[in-house]
């Protein structure tokens, strides 16, 4: 079940990213194949501007990805800590070194006898790093439903295809599933039991346990330095993110105002076009980082947020440009209204003095 469940879901991150690299292919026949994708990835301005509003729903379902994702990672951390706080209590370092080092100094039959324990321990490792991914895909799906309820104005005729929007909820339903994909079937199966227990015997069943909040930070900080410096990347992204979602919101404060083209300013926007795309890349790389990297269900998840992420911005860059354009364009038909208006003024300056000179 364990393997049929990561299979799924490495299958499925594959498939999300084949589209987009067949597009991606420099060859001519494959020109309508490539605007279909980028049809697909239309919405808001760059919607607007396109005849196709076939099969598009508003733009303010944004906010549905983030219900999605918060109800879902929430349910798959509590039922993952639960787990994690009852049946996979990480063991005591001196076992473990004691273990690794009789490995390490050759001693293999001392390493035969507590194989079991070494096992044991590198299996409920794997259970507390997933609560501890799941923690942070909370905070980052916790603040973008805030943005999207608190920060963003969208236009009421702002679209999206309704094929970005199945594959935004795909993402955020996966997404999490994929960080704690090696252990969700042993979570669901004690989630099961619990369940089917309460139900047949009762409260009596349910077993009388003091919950100390030490008990479940304790393992956590003992995942290693590598997990760490993965969330330090992670934060570093998340902060910046939401600095560049508060500027963009910031030009839509005015409802009049939402449909106009404006260049935001700030930064990252002084490095990059696109950096609260960028930001979601750093995020996501925080979390391979502090997964150890050598999960390939997760690497599979950020391949394919890396080319989501590149064609989304490629229309942002479109959006800069026409903004761009439209501005320089205004500042041509001012210049060209002043040049008109100096030009009649001298004019009527030089047919004034002719006038007088001819009186």
């Known amino acids: 079940m364990e393997l049929g469940l990561v299979?799924?879901?490495r299958a499925a991150w594959i498939a999300g990213t084949l589209p987009i690299l067949i597009a991606s292919l420099p060859?001519?026949?494959?020109g309508?194949?490539?605007g279909l994708v980028l049809g697909f990835a239309r919405r808001g301005k760059i919607m607007q501007s396109s005849s196709h509003h076939k099969f598009t729903v508003p733009q303010r379902f944004f906010s549905h990805f983030y219900v999605v994702a918060v109800a879902w990672t929430t349910l798959l951390l509590l039922g993952t800590s639960i787990y994690a706080y009852r049946m996979t209590p990480i063991l005591s370092e001196p076992f473990f070194y004691s273990d690794l080092g009789s490995y390490?100094?050759?001693?293999?039959?001392i390493f035969s006898i507590h194989r079991s324990r070494l096992m044991s321990f590198e299996n409920r490792y794997r259970v507390w790093l997933s609560v501890f991914l799941l923690l942070l895909m909370e905070v980052q799906v916790s603040r973008r439903l805030f943005e999207t309820a608190?920060?963003?104005n969208y236009s009421a005729s702002a679209r999206m295809h309704i094929?970005?929007?199945l594959t935004g909820l795909f993402f955020y339903t996966a997404a999490p599933l994929t960080l704690c994909c090696t252990c969700a079937p042993e979570v669901l199966k004690f989630g099961i039991n619990e369940v089917s227990e309460f139900i047949l015997k009762g409260t009596s069943s349910m077993q009388n346990i003091e919950f100390h909040w030490w008990d479940f930070v304790n393992p956590l900080l003992k995942l290693g330095w590598c997990q760490w410096i993965g969330?330090?990347?992670f934060l570093w992204g998340w902060i910046h993110q939401h600095r560049c979602h508060a500027i963009l919101g910031s030009l839509r404060e005015h409802v009049g105002k939402v449909d106009e083209y404006v260049i935001p300013r700030g930064d990252w926007f002084e490095i990059v076009s696109s950096p609260h795309y960028l930001a979601e890349i750093v995020i996501y790389a925080g979390m391979v980082f502090a997964s150890g990297g050598t999960d390939l269900t997760i690497w599979c998840q950020i391949w394919c947020l890396l080319l989501q992420k590149h064609t989304g911005g490629i229309f942002r860059n479109l959006t800069i440009i026409q903004a761009t354009v439209l501005q320089l364009f205004h500042f041509y038909v001012k210049l060209?209204?002043?040049?008109?208006?100096?030009?009649a003024c001298s004019c009527h300056l030089v047919i004034k003095m002719m006038a007088t000179a001819m009186s």
């Open 104 to 109: 390490l100094a050759g001693r293999s039959n």
């Open 27 to 30: 060859c001519s026949w494959l």
């Open 336 to 343: 060209q209204r002043t040049r008109f208006f100096t030009v």
């Open 7 to 9: 299979e799924l879901l």
């Open 32 to 34: 309508s194949f490539h």
């Open 150 to 152: 608190y920060v963003f």
């Open 163 to 165: 094929f970005g929007y």
């Open 231 to 233: 969330a330090v990347i």
